[in-house]
């Protein structure tokens, strides 16, 4: 397993930390797409559709006119500079008449647009049975609202660039098409009452993702928890982190902090986590009196 972020790690299985930029989910600082791991794909994929475009006879003007992209983002992609979307990809193929040829890389360039610390709990998530996320800091990705997710991005020091904010938005809010699947894994939150409250990007935007929550915690695989700020005693005080049981294979603990990340294979580790998750689920609010709650705080807004 790969190690990314912060702990200490256990014997045997246990992932060895990497000190790697970035946080919260959110990566940090203003690298580019030739700074991470995923940069060797995307720098192919530039020369490959430069290759095609040239072939077609199609100056960046026009080839950028018939996908809807400016010429210098055209030429940004073409020389790796930038991590083209998948509605770019899609459209890239249709005007170049190449029959699939980009399209078959759409899938590994999508991989690059997470920072690195991230891309193998990305990678075990989009795949889990299970996932279970204690939350204390900030609402988790998988319930985050566009707005909420560019207001924390925009937040990050160092400043982190406009293209890379767009590529971890929708990063991001592509990871939450894991509802949409089926089946779709079980999925169990508990938040800290605190982040309910925490006014992110706003007024406007907190009720936006309170909103979400309220949404997402009425699907039948989901059960979303309040940890109220007046409980004595709170198992979590450890921080934040996620268990993720993958199809396959046994489960894993991802914790991450301050630029660190670390995937947690030890099973004797894990378990240990997975109980603690057990008796923080034990003393939050029970899954319907938490939607009742946050519904509470969405209506004081």
Known sequence: MTSVRDEETG???AAV????QGGQGQGSGSRRPGDEPG???VTAFGRQLKLLRIRAGLERPEFGKRVGYSPETVASIEQGRRIPQAGFIEKADEVLGVGGVLNALKEEVGKAHYPAFFRDAARLEADAQELFLYAMQAVPGLLQT?????ALLAMRRPLLDEATIEQRVAARLSRQEVFGSWPSPLTSFVIEEAVLHKPFGGAEVLRGVLENILLVGHKRNVEIQVMPNDREDNAGVDGPFTLITPKKGDQIAYLE????SILVTDRDEVRAISARYGIIRSQALAPRESLGFVEKVLGEL
Request: charge should be neutral.
């Open 17 to 20: 930390p990497v000190p790697v």
């Open 11 to 13: 014997q045997g299985q």
């Open 257 to 260: 902090v301050q630029g660190r």
């Open 146 to 150: 566009e707005e909420y997710t560019r």
């Open 39 to 41: 940069a060797g794909v």
